[in-house]
């Protein structure tokens, strides 16, 4: 969850929303967690040109090995509910995914909530080497 992202209560922390649009319709708000110690400096991009997972490889030298991701439905009120459904309340599908790189060291943590109406999630699953696969 959020809490791995920072180890200490004191660690300081990125916090990314963002609301991604398809055809000039939202279909998506992030809420992103990045632990500042692994990517000081990251106020300085403009993450409206420049993907994340870019920045951190290019710039940082992360590599995003594996992540996980847990997927419920939910209702949302308020601002989200306003901003993807048009309403006061409504369902949704919502995504928890913390993200590891090449030392299972959790980098990011973002809970996206899916309008229901657009919401398609594709997994592809493929053979990793020995060095990478994990056990759940």
């Known amino acids: 969850a959020a809490s791995d992202v920072y180890k200490r209560q004191d660690d300081e922390i990125y916090y990314l ?32 040109e420049f993907s994340l997972y870019d920045i951190f490889y290019e710039h940082y030298k992360m590599h995003i090995a594996w992540a996980k991701d847990e997927i419920s439905a939910d209702n949302i009120r308020g601002e ?16 928890h995914n913390t993200a590891y790189d090449t030392d299972d060291t959790s980098i990011e943590f973002t809970r996206t909530i899916y309008n229901y109406k657009t919401f398609t999630y594709q997994i592809i699953s493929t053979e990793t080497s020995k060095k990478y696969r994990r056990h759940f």
């Not at 006061?88 to 995504?95: D, E, T, Y």
């Open 17 to 48: 929303h963002r609301i991604r649009y398809a055809d000039d319709e939202a279909i998506a708000i992030e809420y992103s967690y990045i632990n500042a110690k692994y990517c000081p400096g990251l106020e300085m991009f403009n993450l409206e």
């Open 80 to 95: 989200d509910a306003k901003i993807l459904l048009q309403a006061k309340s409504g369902p949704a599908l919502i995504v």
